[in-house]
C-alpha cells in the first residue's frame, strides 16, 4: 500500500470534459442505497480486529479473512469466481531470506564491500546458492528503453552476463537533475514506470544480465538507505517461480559512496557519467572492473489465496467481457519481537478499502438487472510483499485478460468525513479520467484534474500489476477538502496517518472514523465501473501511456 501522507496537497484543474449518455445513476438507486457507513466500518471493525492478527499471508488471520470474505460475497448472491467450484484462487509463494557477499576486482585489486553499510543484494532465482564470477559492470544510464518517448539507454550493447549499475529514478534535463521533487522531466511531466524498481530489474533480466544494481541517491529517492537494509535482512517473499520468468541472479542497490568507489577503481569519473546518463545520446559504459557474488538463500514454501467473486453481466454478445474491481485484503501480519502490541491491524491500510469493495460489490448484486458486462471482484493477497496477488492473477487469470475492460483498484479509504473532491492517483493515463469526472460530477463533487505527486503513486500498488497485462486500470483516491472542516483539516489528517499509523501497529479503527466518504467514494466508483459495464466500447490507453493492450 502506497504512503498517502501528501495527499492533501493537490491542487485542482478544470478536469476533463467528455461527452455523457443517459445518466447512468438513474439505474443505481438501489446499488446507492445499500452502501452505508455503518456496513463499512462493521466490515473493518471484523477486518482490523486484533481477532485477524494483522491479516498475515498464511497464516490463521488469513484462513478469518478468506472465509470472511467469502461468505460475504456468497450473502451478496455473487458467484464464485473460480468457476464452478469456489471464491479462493491459491496463490502459490516462496519466502526467501538472502545472505550476499560481492567483490570487486580491478587494476587496483580485489575489494569486498560491506553488507548491509555499502550495498544490500538477494536472489529471487530461489535457490539455495547463487554465484556470479567475473562479471565486468556496465553502466547503462537509467537503464529505460521507451521507443515511444524516443529513449533508448541500451543502443543494442549486448549485455549478456554482465552486472549492470543503474542510476534510480528517470531522467530529467540537466538545470534541475538535483531537485527533488521536480517535474522536469525528459520522458513526460509525470513519473513513468521506467522509474520504478521493477522495471529496471526486469529490463535488466530481458537483457540477459547476470546481476542489477541500483544507485540509491538519498537527495532524491523517497526510500531512506535504512528502509531498504531492514528490507532486504527480512524475509521476503515472491510467486512460486516459474521457468519463463528468470530474473537476474542477483539484485540489488549499492550506496551513492560505494558507486563512486567502484568508479574510482575502474578509472571513471561518477559525476560525468551522471551527466552523460540524462542526455538520449547516452551510451552504456563498460568498466575496467568486474563483481562477483555469492548468495546463499533460506527457502519456505508457502500458499495464500486471492478471494474472487463474478457478477455475470446481462447481454449475451457481452457477457463475455468484465469489469475488474481490486483491493487487497492482507496486511503485515504480528511482530512476536515487539513489546505491548504486536498486532499490525491496517484498518485504512488495507481493511477500508476491502469494505468499500464488499460494499460496491453488494451494491452491484442489489441491482434489479445486472450490468451488459460481467463485474469480478478480487480481494487480493500479499500487495504488502510485492503485489504477489495481483501479477499471480495477470499471470494465471481465470478469464481472458484481452476481455477485461478496465481495473479500479481500492487502497486505503477515507475515514474522516464527505469532501468535496476525488482524485486519480494516475491522471492523464487512460480514458477513465473522463468517466471518474462525469460521474463526480452525478455526485456534485469535483474530479481533481491533474497528476497527484507528479504520478509516483500509481506505480504503488496492485493495479500496476493490471496495468502491465495491458489493461486500462486506475487508482481512485479519496479527496482532500472536507465537508465543513476549515482548511488543512486534510493535510493534517493524512499528514498524522503518514507519520504516526501506516505501517505501524496504531492503524487502527479510531473514535474520529467518519465512514460517510467513504460510502460516497463507493458509490461514486460503484457509479464509474457501472458506466464502464454498460458502455459499448472498452476504455483505453492515452497515447502519452507506457502500458498497451496485447496486439
Same mark, same amino acid.
Given at each position: ?13 478544470? $478536469? ?63 458467484? &464464485? ?62 537503464? %529505460? ?22 542510476? !534510480? ?19 513526460? +511531466? ?33 526510500? &531512506?538507505?535504512? !528502509? ?33 568507489? %567502484?568508479?574510482?577503481?575502474?578509472? +571513471? ?42 457478477? !455475470?453481466? #446481462? ?23 515487539? &513489546? ?13 478499502? /476491502? ?15 445486472? $450490468? ?10 500479499? +500487495? ?66 491533474? $497528476? ?52 505501524? /501497529? #496504531? ?23 457501472? !458506466? ?17 493492450? &496485447?496486439?
Amino acid at each position: 500500500m502506497l504512503l498517502l501522507a501528501a495527499l492533501a496537497a493537490c491542487a485542482t484543474q478544470s $478536469p476533463p470534459q467528455t461527452t455523457s449518455g443517459p445518466d447512468p445513476s438513474s439505474s443505481l438507486e438501489s446499488a446507492f442505497a445499500s452502501v452505508t457507513p455503518a456496513e463499512l466500518l462493521a466490515h473493518v471493525t471484523v477486518l482490523a480486529s486484533d481477532e485477524y492478527e494483522g491479516r498475515g499471508i498464511a497464516t490463521e488471520g488469513e484462513r478469518l479473512t478468506i472465509d470472511y470474505l467469502s461468505a460475504q460475497f456468497r450473502s451478496a448472491g455473487l458467484r &464464485p469466481g473460480v468457476p464452478g467450484r469456489t471464491f479462493l484462487q491459491k496463490v502459490p509463494i516462496v519466502g526467501y531470506s538472502s545472505t550476499p557477499e560481492f567483490s570487486i576486482a580491478s587494476k587496483l585489486g580485489e575489494r569486498l564491500l560491506r553488507f548491509p553499510e555499502e550495498y544490500v543484494a538477494r536472489s529471487r532465482r530461489l535457490r539455495p546458492v547463487v554465484t556470479v564470477e567475473n562479471s565486468t559492470f556496465v553502466f547503462v544510464g537509467f537503464g %529505460i528503453e521507451a521507443p515511444q518517448f524516443g529513449w533508448d539507454d541500451f543502443k543494442g550493447v549486448d549485455l549478456q552476463g554482465k552486472t549492470l549499475i543503474m542510476l !534510480e529514478g528517470e531522467p530529467r534535463k540537466p538545470s534541475t537533475a538535483a531537485t527533488p521533487g521536480s517535474a522536469d522531466r525528459l520522458l513526460r +511531466e509525470t513519473e513513468t514506470y521506467y522509474a520504478t524498481r521493477s522495471y529496471k530489474f526486469e529490463i535488466a533480466a530481458k537483457k540477459g544480465a547476470a546481476a542489477v544494481l541500483l544507485v540509491h541517491d538519498e537527495k532524491l529517492s523517497a526510500t &531512506p538507505f535504512e !528502509e531498504l537494509q531492514k528490507a532486504y535482512r527480512r524475509e521476503s517473499f515472491e510467486i512460486a517461480p516459474r521457468e519463463e520468468t528468470e530474473r537476474p541472479a542477483v539484485e540489488g542497490w549499492i550506496t551513492r559512496a560505494a558507486f563512486e568507489r %567502484i568508479c574510482s577503481d575502474a578509472g +571513471e569519473d561518477p559525476a560525468d557519467l551522471r551527466q552523460r546518463a540524462s542526455a538520449r545520446e547516452f551510451r552504456p559504459r563498460e568498466f575496467a572492473a568486474a563483481a562477483s557474488f555469492a548468495v546463499t538463500t533460506e527457502l519456505r514454501t508457502l500458499e495464500s489465496h486471492n478471494v474472487v467473486a463474478i457478477l !455475470e453481466g #446481462s447481454d449475451e454478445s457481452l457477457k463475455h467481457e468484465h469489469l475488474i474491481y481490486s483491493a487487497h485484503w492482507d496486511h503485515l501480519g504480528r511482530d512476536v519481537a515487539l &513489546p505491548g502490541d504486536q498486532i499490525f491491524n491496517g484498518a485504512i491500510d488495507n481493511a477500508a478499502g /476491502v469494505a468499500q469493495l464488499l460494499e460496491i460489490a453488494e451494491g452491484f448484486a442489489s441491482l434489479e438487472r445486472a $450490468p451488459r458486462r460481467s463485474v469480478l471482484f478480487i480481494a487480493t493477497t500479499g +500487495e504488502e510483499r510485492g503485489y504477489l496477488g495481483a501479477r499471480y492473477y495477470t499471470q494465471n487469470p481465470l478469464y481472458a485478460l484481452a476481455h477485461a475492460a478496465a481495473a479500479i483498484n481500492l487502497d486505503a479509504g477515507n475515514v474522516w468525513g464527505r469532501t468535496t473532491d476525488v482524485n486519480n492517483m494516475g491522471y492523464g493515463l487512460t480514458s477513465l479520467d473522463g468517466v471518474l469526472d462525469q460521474a463526480a460530477k452525478r455526485q456534485k463533487r469535483t474530479f481533481v484534474g491533474e $497528476p497527484f505527486a507528479e504520478g509516483v503513486y500509481y506505480f504503488l500498488s496492485d493495479q500496476v500489476a493490471f496495468a502491465k497485462a495491458g489493461i486500462p486500470a486506475v487508482f481512485p483516491g479519496p479527496g482532500s477538502t472536507y465537508v465543513g472542516r476549515p482548511p488543512g483539516f486534510g493535510d493534517e489528517k493524512w499528514d498524522d496517518y503518514g507519520e504516526n499509523r501506516y505501517h505501524r /501497529v #496504531s492503524d487502527e479503527v479510531g473514535p474520529d472514523w467518519d465512514l460517510s466518504g467513504a460510502a460516497e467514494d463507493a458509490r461514486w466508483l460503484l457509479d464509474v465501473g457501472y !458506466e464502464v459495464a454498460q458502455s459499448d466500447r472498452m476504455p483505453t490507453w492515452n497515447a502519452n501511456a507506457e502500458f498497451r493492450r &496485447p496486439d
